[in-house]
């Protein structure tokens, strides 16, 4: 297996080679292919992921050198950031993946853990079994949420914080395998009666089979539920097809963090058994690049905040488990692994994902960008049969100096030249690829912390400096075909306390405010006003509200604009 680090050049008068012949970097400012616009920002990352292993089948625990292969940003490691795991309804085999989960935490950066019940215990349910379905009763509502604290705490003691554990894995699927069944209207009234019981941790709600939020917006509706949960999640089983594949405007207008928490597709086994321990297989990239990575890029562009792909160890996941029929080595990192390595290993939790535009000679490219610890991401999936040579990208503020990885089906996560010039970035992006461009210098926003104990949010702002003047505005943007949800934040930045406030902004050219929370919208486009509610009139020195809207818009999906406070500038 090749092992290779991102080569960077920082140099505008280096060389670059293209398919073996050296090409001088352009010595001025080109036309961009591709340009970054930070000034517009959507959701951020939590993180990638994948499973421990769940079932029987699925092998043992992972040892600790395939959980640092997985976890770690190191040379031949995955960046992995969330790890899932289960909570068995039997206690005696909760220790199980302790350890595997604890050397996760300690070796990787940021690492969260998600736990997730496939059923509760036998004796709870109405049909008295842990397979087939069967309900929860009413009369174990209390037990639940004692059994789900139970090893939330037990984790705790085995020094591994739970960081976010769902309600219900897959409450619309009920199968002779560990299950339980659930309506949304059910989940919400246990969110709301007994979530908080399970203590230290963040709940979830949904994690449906094909991500339908008939499963979470009963909870996202309900004031009480929904300040009782940090996240919904979904599985993309069949959610492309259902139209589920998409935005989230009620969970984005909650600030409710949107995690795919499961997908597993190896369709490309009937081909033979042996491909998958060929790391140049035609059928096995194809599914790679063609399903499963514009799967994780489409994820990104719905706003969603997390992507947590089944078995991390597996014939056709990550790792190789040895299993002998299909040809893989057990802890050896697999072309899918490198290929979502250029999601997971460099955009990182608090990352946040900002807008790109392009220009035709990249239409072909599905490019999403991020912004975070002092660098701009890009990721560039090139599912089409042609390469682009000398794509221009563009990073407003000047570049100091850049990486370039790509994986395909002849290069695994390999260094590939990069020429700086200026604000501008050139790279050739091959045929049948994907890529990952990584930026140091150009103007950045901060990570966001989002721990397990405080309620995250959808798309957390792009903050101004603090600055004179007696109010400072943060926003986010999440935006989709001809909608978009708007989130504003107002903090006082004054020594007095401000009683009765209007916020004036102007709106994105094209777009109209359909709905709005926390404030009076008037009018609704254009220069806009927007009037407090009872509850958030006063803001104490130091002290911050957030509103939003929501709006159609005819392409412009930019954040509003130009705020003052009762008629003073904001910063």
């Known amino acids: 297996m090749r092992r290779s680090r991102i080569l960077v050049v920082a140099a505008s008068t280096a060389l670059a080679s293209v398919a073996g012949v050296l090409t001088a970097p352009p010595l001025s400012a080109a036309t961009p292919d591709i340009t970054v616009n930070p000034a517009t920002s959507y959701q951020t990352i939590d993180g990638f992921g994948a499973a421990t292993p769940i079932f029987g089948g699925s092998g043992n625990p992972w040892t ?57 215990p036998a004796h709870f349910k109405t049909n008295n079994s842990r397979v087939g379905g069967g309900k929860l009763r009413t009369d174990y509502y209390d037990d639940y949420a004692e059994h789900l604290n139970s090893y939330v705490q037990y984790m705790k003691n085995q020094g591994v914080t ?102 597993n597709l190896h369709a490309a086994d009937g081909n033979g058994a042996n491909i998958w321990g060929n790391p140049s297989n035609a059928a096995v990239w194809n599914e790679t690049l063609d399903d499963i990575m514009r799967t994780v890029h489409r994820s990104m ?79 560039i999936l090139n599912r089409s049969s042609s390469a682009v040579s000398n794509a221009v990208v563009e990073v407003p503020g000047g570049v100091s100096t850049a990486g370039y990885s790509v994986t395909s089906q002849t290069l695994g996560a390999a260094a590939q030249p ?33 721990p397990p104990t405080t309620p995250p949010t959808s798309a957390p702002p792009t903050t101004a400096p603090p600055g004179p003047g007696a109010c400072q505005v943060t926003t986010s943007v999440n935006a989709w075909n001809t909608g978009l949800v708007s989130n504003i934040t107002v903090t006082n930045t004054g020594t007095g306390a401000i009683d009765g406030w209007s916020l004036s902004f102007t709106l994105g050219s094209g777009q109209t405010i359909t709905s709005g929370w926390n404030a009076t919208y008037a009018p609704a486009s254009g220069q806009v006003t927007a009037t407090n509610v009872g509850h958030n009139a006063a803001i104490p020195p130091g002290r911050s509200t957030t509103i939003g809207f929501q709006a159609s818009h005819s392409g412009n999906n930019a954040a509003p604009r130009d705020f003052t406070l009762n008629g003073i500038g904001c910063t």
């Open 64 to 120: 600790d050198s395939e959980t640092r292969t997985l976890v770690g940003t190191g040379e031949g490691e995955l960046g992995l950031s969330i790890i899932r795991t289960v909570v068995s309804p039997v206690s005696s085999e909760w220790g199980l993946y302790a350890n595997s989960l604890r050397t996760a935490k300690a070796h990787g950066s940021d690492v969260r853990i998600l736990a997730s019940p496939w059923t509760a």
């Open 301 to 379: 562009e719905s706003g969603w905040s997390a992507y947590v792909w089944w078995y991390g160890r597996r014939f056709y996941s990550y790792i190789g488990d040895g299993d002998p029929q299909y040809g893989t080595t057990k802890g050896a990192v697999l072309r899918r692994g490198q290929a979502f390595a250029q999601y997971s290993k460099y955009v990182r939790p608090g990352d946040r994902r900002v807008a790109v535009s392009k220009s035709s000679r990249a239409a072909a490219l599905e490019v999403t960008a991020y912004q975070g610890r002092g660098k701009t991401t890009l990721v």
């Open 162 to 263: 739970i960081d976010v554990t769902s309600v219900q894995n897959e409450p619309d699927w009920h199968p002779d395998y560990d299950s339980m069944d659930w309506t949304g209207t059910e989940m919400r009234n246990w969110v709301r009666d007994q979530g908080a019981k399970v203590r230290d941790t963040r709940l979830m709600v949904g994690e449906s089979l094909r991500f339908n939020r008939a499963y979470s917006d009963p909870t996202l509706q309900d004031a009480t539920a929904r300040a009782t949960i940090g996240y919904v999640g979904g599985h993309l089983y069949d959610a492309e097809n259902s139209g589920n594949l998409s935005p989230y405007p009620l969970a984005a207008q909650y600030g409710k963090n949107q995690w795919m928490t499961e997908w």
């Open 418 to 450: 990069a020429t700086v010039n200026g604000g501008q970035v050139t790279v050739t992006v091959p045929a049948r690829s994907i890529s990952t461009i990584t930026v140091d210098g150009g103007p950045t926003t901060p990570p966001t912390s989002n």
